[in-house]
């Protein structure tokens, strides 16, 4: 969870503290999340908002330098349920950000993905998506930030549709 800084004093690092921390936030419209669910269970979601909603990224010092102007919005974190992992939960996650995001009025979006140039890795490191992912998405290159990863954007306008061939998520 990635909390503004006054509210890190509330973050009891608790599993009950923080899921309530959250629920409140969402409630208070001062969290926002697009999730995918399988049923009545959510198995991923996509967690987006304002800089100053989620002022937290990683590398802040080198993307600062870099920065000529703040994005509207961020997408800072993905979750997908180990179960559901490498079956595209992640990218559905993305199109109903993107489209909650275009819903608000749009704007440009920054993401921070993992830059993995092909290499096999761990699906539960891959908390901010893949490089590939959001190209696939539309999203353009801007620069890189620390060593594995790099900064991209997108219009915030444009509703994705579904990629072809992309197919239900079937169950486990």
């Known amino acids: 969870m990635h909390?503004?800084?006054h509210l890190q004093a509330e973050k009891s690092h608790t599993v009950d503290g923080n899921r309530a921390l959250k629920e409140q936030l969402v409630r208070e419209g001062k969290a926002h999340a697009a999730l995918v669910f399988d049923g009545d269970v959510a198995?991923?979601?996509c967690e987006y908002g304002t800089p100053e909603e989620l002022p937290?990224?990683?590398h802040r010092k080198e993307y600062e330098e870099g920065l000529d102007r703040p994005p509207a919005y961020r997408l800072t974190c993905f979750f997908v349920d180990k179960r559901y992992r490498r079956r595209g939960v992640a990218e559905v996650a993305l199109r109903g950000a993107l489209g909650l995001i275009a819903e608000a009025g749009g704007g440009v979006v920054e993401?921070?993905?993992h830059d993995i140039e092909g290499k096999k890795t761990s699906a539960s490191f891959l908390y901010n998506g893949t490089r590939t992912m959001f190209e696939r998405a539309g999203f353009a290159f801007d620069r890189a930030k620390g060593k594995k990863n790099c900064v991209m954007s997108h219009d915030g306008r444009t509703r994705l549709t579904r990629?072809?061939?992309f197919e239900p998520i079937p169950p486990c």
Do not use: C, T
Request: glycine share 14%; no cysteine; aromatic share 20%.
């Open 3 to 5: 909390l503004v800084p």
């Open 43 to 45: 198995v991923g979601w």
């Open 56 to 58: 937290n990224i990683y």
């Open 111 to 113: 993401v921070y993905p």
């Open 163 to 165: 990629r072809r061939g």
